[in-house]
Every structure is written in structure tokens, then in C-alpha cells.
């Protein structure tokens, strides 16, 4: 059972063809992301702002002549499926060019082609075999899971970024009211001591 698992794991990593990347986007910048494809292929786009400002980016999406497949302003997140009527070099694009000083951190999943059967055998229109219909379960689980870690490891990135925006501001606000405090007594020291220093004064002339 265990080699049917691992079986079934190494054909789903070499049947499906995609990239997923995290990336830091400046503020006034744009970053694009190139791909050959080849004609009537499926292609996915999936993205999200984890980090920086409202969470909100600018994503477009071209084709070799510069066509616009895809246009959104300050998305959050976003999906996109297109079926490719050309051949050549697709653009995907992201700019934070609308933002003057707060950077962006972007999560990106390209994906394109599309799915093919685990097995050369799974083709025929005959049914599947216990072993095929167990590498389809498996398959299927790891799927679910891949996606689940996938939220997952998003959502603890989006929270560990608001949790550092939130104790910079905190660190901020102490070091803030610390210098107040210090401003503040030396304030009131000087105003007592300048008390002091005029009844002295006010004692030497009367004498």
C-alpha cells in the first residue's frame, strides 16, 4: 500500500506542470512573468496580497501580440482561466505603481496544460482496475491536501505580516511615549528649578 502511494505521488508530480512563487513587489514598481505556450492550451492564474498597504495589487494579463486577456485595479486576490488562440509568449504582470511607499509581498500560482491520466491504461473507455481506482483515490486526496496546505500556509502568512505590522506600531507608540515621559520630567524639573530660582532672587533684594 505503500508503494501504491508513493507510485501514485511521483506520476501526479510529473504529470502536472506549474509554478507557485511568493514575491516582494517595491512600492512604484511592476514585475512581469513570462511563459512560451503553445496554441489551445489551458492557462490559470491565481494570486493574492498577503502583505503590504490594503492588500492590493494591480495584475494583467497579455498575449504575443499584446492583447489584453485580463485587466483588474487594486485586487486583493484574484483567478483567471484563458484557453490560448496563439502561440508564443504570455505575460502576466503585477504593479504596485499606484503605491508610493508601502511594498507588497504577492503570492502567484501559474498553471498550464491541462491534467493528464495517471496511468496510460486509465485512456481506455474499459472500467479501472482496483489498483487504478486506488492511484484516482489517492490522487484525488493529495489534491485536497496540496490546495488545504496551500490556504493554509497563506493564511499564516498574511497573519504573521499583520502580527509584525502590529508590533512595529506598538514598538513605535512605546518608544514614542518614552520620550514624551522623558520630555515631560525634564519639563517639570526645570519648571521647579526655575520656581527655586526666583525666590532666591526675590530673598537677595529685599535684603
Not at 485587466?71 to 483567471?80: G, L, M, R, V, W
Request: aromatic fraction near 12%; glycine fraction near 6%; include cysteine.
Amino acid at each position: 500500500m505503500l508503494y501504491l502511494g508513493l507510485s501514485c505521488l511521483l506520476l501526479r508530480v510529473f504529470v502536472v506542470f506549474g509554478t507557485e512563487l511568493t514575491f516582494e513587489l517595491p512600492d512604484n514598481d511592476k514585475q512581469c512573468f513570462y511563459e512560451q505556450l503553445e496554441k489551445d492550451v489551458r492557462l490559470d492564474v491565481d494570486f493574492q496580497v498577503i502583505a503590504g498597504g490594503n492588500y492590493d495589487v494591480d495584475c494583467f494579463v497579455t498575449d504575443p501580440q499584446n492583447n489584453i486577456l485580463y485587466n483588474e485595479k487594486k485586487k486583493q486576490y484574484d483567478s483567471f482561466s484563458h484557453t490560448t488562440a496563439m502561440e508564443g509568449v504570455y505575460k502576466v504582470c503585477f504593479s504596485n505603481e499606484f503605491s508610493s511607499f508601502t511594498h507588497k509581498t504577492v503570492y502567484l500560482e501559474f498553471r498550464h496544460g491541462e491534467e493528464e491520466p495517471l496511468m496510460p491504461s486509465m485512456t481506455r473507455s474499459t472500467a479501472l482496475t482496483q489498483l487504478e481506482s486506488s492511484c484516482v483515490s489517492i490522487h484525488e486526496i493529495l489534491k485536497v491536501v496540496a490546495d488545504s496546505q496551500t490556504w493554509y500556509r497563506l493564511r499564516e502568512a498574511h497573519g504573521r505580516a499583520k502580527a509584525e505590522y502590529l508590533l512595529e506600531r506598538v514598538t513605535y507608540w512605546s518608544i514614542g511615549e518614552t520620550v514624551l515621559l522623558f520630555v515631560i520630567g525634564i519639563g517639570q524639573v526645570m519648571l521647579l528649578k526655575s520656581f527655586f530660582s526666583e525666590k532666591k532672587g526675590s530673598v537677595a533684594a529685599t535684603t
